[in-house]
């Protein structure tokens, strides 16, 4: 085994950049550039997997600066071996801004080099400091900057990389990954906080406090705030269904409720939200979603 990797040049400390890069971020298959494949055959008479194709949210070949392809070859489990000049593959189309899928293929290129550091949670802070994120020395605008990132990257990418959030939860990732604690977070979730933070314009002045998310004693929300939440929640559930109908999909109550970011809040405060329990009431006797109850046939695609 020594030997072999040896000849074949593998590097163990390479291979714990690409675990890593690996945990938890699954990337369900295989992915290849064609202008690659084409020069490997021409040079070596077959094709490989490149690494730097298979890290999870990367769809850019930064040697070619083409989009990456799809193909049918589970990423994982047991499978057939095959070359990437005998898979089928497919377009795949990124939620992502052309500049921000480049700037991720670049950073996750540089975590390959076993040379390359991790980015620390004080060079992280640094820049959030820089880009004012952070109110005095200590405290974090954790709404403010979980909805910052969320709009960067969208909800599509953050739920395609397993990095997704919401937006009023407690303690959202990107405000862990500033904080010093013993927290255990996937490296990804650094990699695109550092992304996000060297991308974004600073802040024309710091935040106010009520971006804390820090509550005040007494009642959590008051009336009115509900109902501007549901009007919201009630907007975003509507668009979002609309989208379900016209690619014929459907859902969970669950999902389509994360994805308005009004999940755990109807969770636990369903009575303070009547119209929006009317709307999943409606929701779960259609055909758009997931469990398929009474009232209407079976529909499939």
């Given at each position: 085994?020594?030997?072999?990797?040896?000849?074949?040049?593998?590097?163990?400390?390479?291979?714990?950049?690409?675990?890593?890069?690996?945990?938890?971020?699954?990337?369900?298959?295989?992915?290849?550039?064609?202008?690659c494949?084409?020069?490997?055959?021409?040079?070596?008479?077959?094709?490989?997997?490149?690494r730097?194709?298979?890290?999870?949210?990367?769809?850019?070949?930064?040697?070619?600066?083409?989009?990456?392809?799809?193909?049918?070859?589970?990423?994982k489990?047991?499978?057939?071996?095959?070359?990437?000049?005998?898979?089928?593959?497919?377009?795949?189309?990124?939620?992502?801004?052309?500049?921000?899928?480049?700037?991720?293929?670049?950073?996750?290129?540089?975590?390959?080099?076993?040379?390359?550091?991790?980015?620390?949670?004080?060079?992280?802070?640094?820049?959030?400091?820089e880009?004012?994120?952070?109110?005095?020395?200590?405290?974090?605008?954790?709404?403010?900057?979980?909805?910052?990132?969320?709009?960067?990257?969208?909800?599509?990418?953050?739920?395609?990389?397993?990095?997704?959030?919401?937006?009023h939860?407690?303690?959202?990732?990107?405000?862990?990954?500033?904080r010093?604690?013993?927290?255990?977070?996937?490296?990804?979730?650094?990699?695109?906080?550092?992304?996000?933070?060297?991308?974004?314009?600073?802040?024309?002045?710091?935040?106010?406090?009520?971006?804390?998310?820090?509550?005040?004693?007494?009642?959590?929300?008051?009336?009115?705030?509900?109902?501007?939440?549901?009007?919201?929640?009630?907007?975003?559930?509507?668009?979002?269904?609309?989208?379900?109908?016209?690619?014929?999909?459907?859902?969970?109550?669950?999902?389509?409720?994360?994805a308005?970011?009004?999940?755990?809040?109807?969770?636990?405060?369903?009575?303070?939200?009547?119209?929006?329990?009317?709307?999943?009431?409606?929701?779960?006797?259609?055909?758009?979603?997931?469990?398929?109850?009474?009232?209407?046939?079976?529909?499939?695609?």
């Open positions: 085994m020594a030997l072999e990797r040896k000849l074949l040049g593998i590097d163990p400390m390479e291979e714990s950049c690409f675990g890593a890069l690996q945990t938890k971020a699954v990337v369900p298959f295989l992915r290849l550039c064609r202008q494949v084409r020069e490997d055959v021409e040079r070596h008479g077959e094709s490989y997997w490149h730097s194709h298979l890290l999870p949210g990367v769809h850019l070949c930064l040697k070619h600066r083409a989009s990456l392809l799809e193909t049918n070859v589970p990423a489990g047991f499978f057939k071996m095959i070359l990437p000049q005998e898979a089928k593959s497919r377009k795949y189309r990124s939620s992502l801004r052309p500049a921000t899928t480049m700037q991720i293929a670049q950073a996750s290129l540089e975590i390959l080099d076993p040379q390359h550091t991790w980015p620390r949670t004080a060079d992280l802070r640094k820049l959030a400091l880009k004012n994120y952070i109110i005095g020395v200590y405290e974090i605008p954790a709404l403010k900057l979980a909805a910052d990132v969320m709009k960067f990257y969208g909800s599509p990418f953050l739920d395609e990389v397993r990095c997704s959030y919401e937006v939860k407690k303690s959202p990732w990107p405000t862990l990954v500033l010093a604690s013993s927290v255990d977070l996937a490296p990804l979730k650094y990699l695109l906080m550092g992304v996000y933070l060297r991308s974004c314009r600073s802040l024309d002045s710091a935040p106010t406090r009520e971006a804390l998310g820090h509550q005040r004693p007494g009642p959590r929300t008051e009336r009115a705030e509900y109902q501007e939440l549901e009007r919201q929640a009630m907007r975003a559930v509507q668009a979002h269904l609309k989208a379900l109908i016209k690619a014929q999909q459907r859902t969970t109550v669950q999902a389509l409720l994360r308005a970011g009004i999940w755990e809040r109807f969770r636990h405060n369903r009575d303070e939200f009547p119209m929006l329990a009317e709307l999943v009431l409606q929701f779960r006797a259609s055909d758009q979603s997931e469990r398929q109850l009474g009232k209407r046939s079976r529909w499939r695609k």
